[in-house]
């Protein structure tokens, strides 16, 4: 009866919005493959909690910014589930350190789309060549990828351009799937988040308490949660938006609306 149950790869779920999703793809059915890089602890905590409501999860390290690790991720989960439904893109990092557009440097540069660009768009078309053959096999029907880009897609921060330029070729990566990708029931979906409690905000908290509690920055005026992202993730995978692809959700509290 578990075999039968759909599997979910969430990128960088060990802590922040990756660990929200995970946990609520869970309860939602999913046995899901909880990947992390470093945080091993983290990680593991986050399937133990899984396995406390009574569902299914493994861990897998795996640097997202190498071809050569998705390849062994995705021989392992072969080799445990033999299917992959869902791949939530979710694994990303801000810039070691926050530098002007006219200081920021190549090392930085690198390092961010490296793990913010290249690797989820060479991840996802790993697993679009595995899920197509899922889907001609008649294994899976309507697999998912989902990507966590952000706002800063289309919004611009001068002192993190390497983060800002990530997520807006990532952005294009999801149309680019989303285009190739329909004509084998794989639908691909795009959730831009706002401003998020996560640690990846924590050294920020200060400002952006500032800008959300006193400046009216967004017209929901509160911070988002991994919950808020988590529940657009599960929307999805439950099949509302069938003649949808290549959708963007806003889940930011309304920041892209423009206000005067
Ligand atoms: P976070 O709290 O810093 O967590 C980052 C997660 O990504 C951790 O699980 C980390 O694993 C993992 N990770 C980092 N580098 C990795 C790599 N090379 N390979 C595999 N996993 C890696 O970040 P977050 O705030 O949850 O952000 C998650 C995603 O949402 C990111 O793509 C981010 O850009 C995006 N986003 C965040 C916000 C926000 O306000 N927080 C807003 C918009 C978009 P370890 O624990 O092992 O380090």
């Known amino acids: 009866m578990a075999d039968q149950l759909p599997v979910a790869l969430v990128t960088g779920a060990s802590r922040g919005i990756g660990r929200g999703i995970a946990l609520k793809l869970a309860a939602s059915g999913y046995r899901v493959v909880v990947n992390y890089v470093h945080n091993h602890e983290a990680a593991h905590a986050v399937v133990d909690a899984i396995h406390a409501q009574g569902g299914i999860a493994i861990p897998c390290q795996a640097d997202i910014s190498s071809t050569e690790h998705h390849d062994l991720m995705l021989q392992q989960i072969r080799e445990r589930f033999g299917r992959l439904d869902l791949l939530v893109n979710?694994?990303?990092?801000?810039?070691?350190?926050?530098?002007?557009?006219?200081?920021?440097?190549?090392?930085?540069?690198?390092?961010?789309?490296?793990?913010?660009?290249?690797?989820?768009?060479?991840?996802?078309?790993?697993?679009?060549?595995?899920?197509?053959?899922?889907?001609?096999?008649?294994?899976?029907?309507?697999?998912?990828?989902?990507?966590?880009?952000?706002?800063?897609?289309?919004?611009?921060?001068?002192?993190?351009?390497?983060?800002?330029?990530?997520?807006?070729?990532?952005?294009?990566?999801?149309?680019?799937?989303?285009?190739?990708?329909?004509?084998?029931?794989?639908?691909?979906?795009?959730?831009?988040?706002?401003?998020?409690?996560?640690?990846?905000?924590?050294?920020?908290?200060?400002?952006?308490?500032?800008?959300?509690?006193?400046?009216?920055?967004?017209?929901?005026?509160?911070?988002?949660?991994?919950?808020?992202?988590?529940?657009?993730?599960?929307?999805?995978?439950?099949?509302?938006?069938?003649?949808?692809t290549g959708q963007v959700f806003h889940v930011d509290g309304g920041f892209h609306l423009r206000r005067i």
């Open 90 to 244: 979710n694994a990303g990092i801000a810039p070691r350190q926050r530098l002007d557009l006219l200081q920021a440097t190549e090392e930085s540069f690198d390092h961010v789309l490296g793990t913010n660009l290249k690797g989820p768009y060479f991840l996802t078309q790993r697993t679009a060549n595995w899920m197509i053959q899922l889907v001609e096999d008649g294994i899976l029907f309507q697999p998912k990828i989902i990507f966590i880009s952000s706002i800063s897609a289309y919004t611009v921060s001068v002192a993190r351009g390497d983060y800002c330029t990530a997520k807006a070729g990532l952005s294009m990566v999801v149309k680019l799937f989303a285009a190739r990708l329909a004509e084998y029931n794989i639908g691909v979906f795009e959730i831009q988040p706002g401003i998020i409690e996560t640690d990846m905000t924590a050294g920020v908290r200060e400002k952006y308490d500032r800008l959300i509690y006193e400046e009216d920055l967004l017209p929901i005026s509160r911070w988002g949660t991994p919950e808020d992202i988590a529940q657009a993730v599960v929307a999805i995978t439950e099949g509302a938006f069938p003649y949808s």
